[in-house]
C-alpha cells in the first residue's frame, strides 16, 4: 500500500494543475492545493519513526524536508491567486511556473539533503543503513519503484477524470436557476431539470413558500404566493435572482466581517472592505 499512498497525494495536485490548464477559469482545482496540510503531517507522523531510530540531525532535517515539502504548493497557490480565473496564457504561465518550483522545492532540495546524509552522514548504524540502500536486490527495488510509478500515472488520470465530471456537474448545478428562469411554464422547467439533473423544487417557486433571506434583510425580494396573479416566468424569475442576491450578501459580509491582520489600520481595513463590497455591487 506504501507506493500508492505516496503517489496519491502530489498526483492529486499534478492534475489540479492540469485541469486549471484546461479550464482557466474555474476555481475548483485550487481547492486541492489545502491537500498537503492533511497530508504533509501524517507523512511526518509515520517518518519519524526513523528519525527517532536513527538520532542524527542531518537525517532529521532530510525527513522533515521530505515529509513538509508538499506544503509549497499551497504557499504557491496564494502566492499566485491559483484561484482567480485566467486566460489562457496566464494559467500556462502560473501553472508551469509552480510545476517548476515545485520540482526543485519538494523533489530535488530534499532527495539531495537525503542523498547527501546517505553518503555522507555520521551515524550509528551508517553500515547497517548504507548496505541496505545501497544493496538492495533488482527484483525487490524494481517492482517498488515501478509500483510507485504506476500508481502515480493512474491517479493523475483518475484525478483528471474525477476533476471533469465534477466541473461538469458543478456547472450545471450552478447555473440551474438561471436556466429555469428561461422556462415558460413549471412543465417545461421540469423537462430542463430532467436534462440538467437537477432538483430545484418547483411546487415551491410555484407557491411562493421557498425561504431565501432572513425577515430583517433589507433588499429581500417576496415570493408572490398562488393568488398573486403573477406568471410562471415571473415566479421564477424573482426566485433566481433571490437565489442570486442572497449569494452575494452573504459573501460581501463575509468581507466585512473578514479579520484584521494587523497590516494597515483598523480604518483603512475596513474602507478598503467597503471599497471592495462597492465594486462587487457594481458588477452584478
Not at 3 to 12: H, I, S
Not at 192 to 212: H, K, N, P, R
Request: net charge negative; with cysteine.
Amino acid at each position: 500500500m506504501l507506493p500508492g499512498v505516496v503517489a496519491l497525494v502530489p498526483a492529486f495536485l499534478q492534475g489540479s494543475l492540469m485541469i486549471k490548464n484546461m479550464v482557466p477559469r474555474s476555481n475548483l482545482p485550487a481547492v486541492f492545493t489545502v491537500l498537503p496540510l492533511i497530508y504533509c503531517p501524517l507523512s511526518w507522523a509515520m517518518n519519524q519513526i526513523y528519525c527517532q531510530a536513527l538520532g542524527e540531525p542531518l537525517f532529521t532535517n532530510a525527513i522533515i524536508a521530505n515529509s513538509f515539502a508538499p506544503c509549497f504548493y499551497f504557499v504557491y497557490g496564494k502566492l499566485y491567486s491559483f484561484a482567480q480565473p485566467m486566460d489562457d496564457q496566464l494559467s500556462v504561465t502560473l501553472t508551469f511556473r509552480v510545476w517548476y518550483y515545485a520540482l526543485l522545492t519538494t523533489f530535488v532540495f530534499p532527495y539531495a539533503i537525503l542523498i547527501y546524509w546517505l553518503f555522507n552522514g555520521t551515524y550509528f548504524y551508517q553500515d547497517q543503513v548504507r548496505s541496505s540502500a545501497l544493496n538492495v536486490p533488482a527484483r525487490d527495488f524494481i517492482p517498488s519503484l515501478i509500483a510507485t510509478l504506476v500508481g502515480y500515472a493512474y491517479t493523475i488520470q483518475a484525478g483528471i477524470d474525477w476533476f471533469v465530471a465534477e466541473l461538469v456537474f458543478q456547472h450545471k448545478l450552478e447555473h440551474a436557476p438561471i436556466v429555469v428562469a428561461s422556462s415558460t411554464s413549471k412543465e417545461e422547467a421540469a423537462e430542463m431539470q430532467q436534462v440538467l439533473g437537477t432538483t430545484l423544487d418547483l411546487d415551491l417557486i410555484d407557491s411562493g413558500d421557498y425561504v431565501c433571506g432572513g425577515l430583517s434583510d433589507k433588499d429581500r425580494l417576496i415570493p408572490p404566493g398562488l393568488d398573486s396573479g403573477r406568471t410562471w416566468s415571473d415566479k421564477v424569475r424573482i426566485y433566481s435572482t433571490s437565489l442570486a442576491r442572497k449569494h452575494h450578501e452573504t459573501l460581501e459580509a463575509f468581507i466585512l466581517a473578514d479579520s484584521d491582520m494587523g497590516e494597515v489600520s483598523v480604518q483603512a481595513n475596513l474602507e478598503g472592505r467597503l471599497r471592495a463590497v462597492e465594486m462587487l455591487q457594481q458588477s452584478y
